[in-house]
């Protein structure tokens, strides 16, 4: 629980309507024993669950906010609350029977501190069949004042069995009157936050952890190549070698989708009105003309099966990935025009 960074596990701004909700549970005495935070990467899911934890750990929390002053707080600050379990991937990208085993073990016992115990899982979609079917017995017969939340940016992906067992809290994407004073006040007024967030395809978070000038030079090389490719001045195994990263394996998916996906809704409105990119709306222009709706949805649908090959745990020769997704958009494009 090493990376746990307490000043992070704040609610954040667009999160009111969550927050209420459960607020109202916890003063009723009816949180449920399982929860599970749902939406997109880098919206704050993982931030709400720290802050909902702290509170259920803090012996005077304010306002529904952990106080941040008494003894279990900084227990939580210093990461060594022992009330509070994380559970992440380890090495081999997966959660693992293991360590479900050892969380179920450490769930049986009396809370340390008299208290609450909170166990957060992220992202739960990581665990394995055995991992997953092992935690339902947890679910299935908590113990008094246990905790699940588990986080998730892939609800879909979790067995039915857990995820009928928790109370699922949706997260979308922030509106912008809610991101972009929380992002001005992470950067200096010069810079364009809106852009940024469009860059980010609306996650405020990725803005914060991930988008600085390098990310936006990967990210220019994208649109370049993509360009390129569509208009047949580059080879799709050309492409596919010119982007292939190693270091940031899931960049070029994640530029490739917001590209397809504004081109979705361009094809189907007919109309430039809810793109995200608006500053690279001639390329968005260019691949609604290449691809029909149908194409498109095909396009998206393989980008995030890359997605998930390198997130899994089969260890897939990722340039290899990417040339396929290269050839399969320029075999689109052909069958197409």
């Keep these: 629980m090493s990376d746990l960074d307490f000043p992070q596990a704040r609610f954040l701004p667009w999160q009111q309507l969550q927050r209420q909700r ?37 012996v005077n929390p304010d306002e529904g906010q952990a106080c941040e002053q008494c003894a279990p707080c900084n227990l939580v600050k210093a990461g060594t609350h022992p009330d509070l379990r994380v559970v992440r991937p380890e090495e081999s990208k997966l959660i693992v029977i293991d360590q479900i085993r050892s969380l179920s073990d450490w769930a049986a016992q009396t809370s340390q501190q008299g208290g609450s115990k909170v166990a957060i899982l992220y992202p739960a979609e990581r665990m394995n069949v055995n991992s997953a079917n092992a935690l339902l017995k947890s679910l299935e017969e908590p113990a008094p004042g246990t ?30 009157e809610e991101a972009i004073p929380w992002l001005q006040s992470n950067y200096e007024s010069s810079v364009d936050v809106s852009m940024l967030l469009a860059v980010a395809a609306g996650a405020p978070l990725k803005v914060v952890n991930q988008v600085d000038d390098d990310y936006l030079l990967r990210r220019e090389k994208v649109i370049k190549e993509t360009r390129d490719l569509i208009e047949g001045s580059i080879t799709a195994v050309a492409c596919a070698s010119s982007l292939f990263n190693k270091k940031f394996p899931f960049e070029v998916y994640d530029s490739l989708y917001q590209l397809f996906s ?14 995200k990119n608006k500053e690279i709306v001639p390329l ?34 990722q340039q290899l990935l990417l040339e396929s997704l290269m050839i399969k958009l320029t075999d689109v494009t052909q069958t197409n025009g």
């Design 284 to 317: 968005i222009d260019s691949i609604s003309r290449c691809y029909d709706a149908t194409a498109i949805l095909l396009v998206l649908e393989s980008i995030n099966a890359c997605r998930a090959a390198i997130s899994g745990s089969s260890n897939p020769n």
């Design 22 to 58: 459960l607020q109202q549970q916890i003063a009723a005495s009816r949180l449920p024993h399982a929860l599970l935070f749902a939406g997109i990467a880098d919206i704050g899911k993982k931030n709400f669950a720290f802050a909902l934890g702290a509170q259920l750990l803090c």
């Design 147 to 176: 905790f699940f939340i588990l986080v998730t940016d892939q609800p879909g992906r979790l067995l039915p069995t857990i995820r009928s067992r928790s109370q699922r809290i949706d997260f979308p994407v922030p509106g912008e």
């Design 262 to 275: 504004d081109a979705l809704k361009s094809n189907l409105s007919h109309s430039n009105k809810m793109l």
